[in-house]
C-alpha cells in the first residue's frame, strides 16, 4: 500500500514537470512566432527602402541628365556668344 502511494507521488511530480514543460514549450511556441512577424516586418521594410532607394538612384541620374544638356546649351550658347563678339560680321 504505501509503495503504491509513493508511486502515485512520483507520478504526481512527473506530471507536474510534464506541465511545466508544457508551459516552456509553449511560450518558446509563442515567442518563435512574435520573431517570425518581426522578420517578416523587417523584410517588408528593407524591400520598400530598396525600391524607394533605386526610385532615388533614377531620378538622380535624370536629373543629371537634364544638368549636363543646360551645361551644354550654356556652352553652345557662350561660344556663340564668343564668336559674335570677337567677330561681328562674321568672317
Do not use: Y
Request: proline share 1%; no cysteine; glycine share 4%.
Amino acid at each position: 500500500m504505501v509503495s503504491t502511494i509513493e508511486s502515485v507521488k512520483g507520478l504526481e511530480d512527473i506530471q507536474t514537470r510534464i506541465n511545466t514543460l508544457e508551459v516552456q514549450s509553449k511560450s518558446q511556441q509563442e515567442r518563435i512566432a512574435s520573431l517570425q512577424d518581426t522578420s517578416v516586418r523587417m523584410q517588408e521594410k528593407s524591400s520598400d527602402a530598396l525600391a524607394t532607394s533605386r526610385e532615388a538612384i533614377a531620378m538622380a541620374k535624370g536629373n543629371t541628365q537634364e544638368v549636363n544638356a543646360a551645361i551644354t546649351s550654356m556652352n553652345e550658347q557662350m561660344k556663340a556668344l564668343r564668336k559674335a563678339t570677337i567677330n561681328p560680321l562674321g568672317n
